[in-house]
């Protein structure tokens, strides 16, 4: 019995077989979930039982950036805009 393959649940034979995160990949299969990058067992990054490039592995890409003062300046003007105004600017009135 060989093993599903962890992207195309098609059986993998012991041949093309890529033994990574839990799973068995088809060697044409272990590619990056976003860009579908092939991957190999010395580059791949897995997150989730996923192999993903470099590039898109998930990480902290999008949680790190919450602090910055940027973003703070951002989260506060957010806070005030959010705040009921009683005279809305003239819309399109400015442009010559
Ligand atoms: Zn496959
Ligand atoms: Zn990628």
Redesign the pocket.
Known sequence: MNPPCGRCKKPVYPTEKINCLDKFWHKGCFS??????ALSMSNYKGFEKKP??T??YPKTSFTIVTDTPENKRLKQQTMLNSQPRPVAPPAGGVRQ
């Not at 990056?32 to 990058?37: G, I, L, N, R, Y």
Request: some cysteine.
């Open positions: 990056c979930e976003v860009c579908k990058m993903y490039c590039m898109h």
